[in-house]
């Protein structure tokens, strides 16, 4: 297997030049300015804890910074594949997203569903099931995007979830669906409108991608604190 073997994948992409995609590369930064500004909420959300006595465990701490920590590398790995545009650099793009994904979903079993260890394991083996089979169910239709329509499904699903629970975390993962809707249909039109606008569409799904998953680390952290307010 030749890891650097050339991909061209997208409409801004017109050679194998490190900087053939300036606009797909440098929209990148949107994930590492969501990942400080996450990082900022993390740490007023830890300072408030302290300051009010509000119970939040050290796993909880841990689990925001690793999402926090995985959404500056998916905006590193992501840099990588639009620069260089090689099998490893595609790799570099797609694991960290799928990690995410799938810890996310675990994290959101366990955090807003109050599932117990087992039970949140087993839910997201099904949805790694979900993620490697079903965007077949729709890759006719929207193609390579399909394989993002599960996160799509799963968002929205715990939208739904948590809405007699707390409004405040649904509305939140709601907005998050919305927005990855529309991101997705951005990476839909990159190769469709290519002889209308040469530079593609691409960098919209990376600028709107940084704000769904901000919305969702955000709702993550202030979690607890919604649940403390409605209890008082």
Request: glycine share 6%; proline share 3%.
């Amino acid at each position: 297997m030749d890891w650097n073997q050339h991909l061209n994948q997208y409409c801004e992409r017109t050679s194998a030049a490190f900087w053939s995609e300036p606009l797909n590369a440098i929209s990148n930064v949107a994930f590492i300015i969501a990942a400080l500004f996450a990082f900022q909420i993390w740490l007023k959300a830890r300072s408030n804890a302290k300051n009010t006595q509000v119970t939040q465990t050290n796993a909880q701490d841990n689990a925001a910074l690793v999402l926090i920590a995985l959404l500056a590398i998916i905006g590193i790995g992501s840099f990588l594949f639009h620069t260089f545009a090689t099998l490893w650099s595609m790799l570099a793009d797609v694991i960290p997203i799928a990690i995410f994904m799938l810890v996310y979903f675990y994290l959101a079993t366990r955090r807003y569903m109050g599932a117990n260890l087992l039970i949140s394991l087993g839910a997201t083996l099904l949805f790694f099931g979900a993620m490697a089979f079903g965007p077949r169910l729709v890759e006719g239709i929207i193609g390579p995007t399909a394989g993002y329509f599960p996160a799509l499904v799963a968002i929205l699903l715990f939208a739904g979830l948590t809405r007699s629970k707390n409004r405040q975390t649904s509305n939140a993962l709601l907005l998050a669906g919305i927005v990855f809707a529309i991101s997705m249909g951005f990476r839909i039109l990159d190769e469709l409108i290519c002889s209308i606008l040469p530079v593609g569409t691409h960098s919209l799904w990376h600028i709107l991608n940084a704000t769904v998953l901000f919305i969702l680390i955000r709702a993550f952290i202030r979690f607890k604190t919604y649940l403390d307010g409605a209890e008082s």
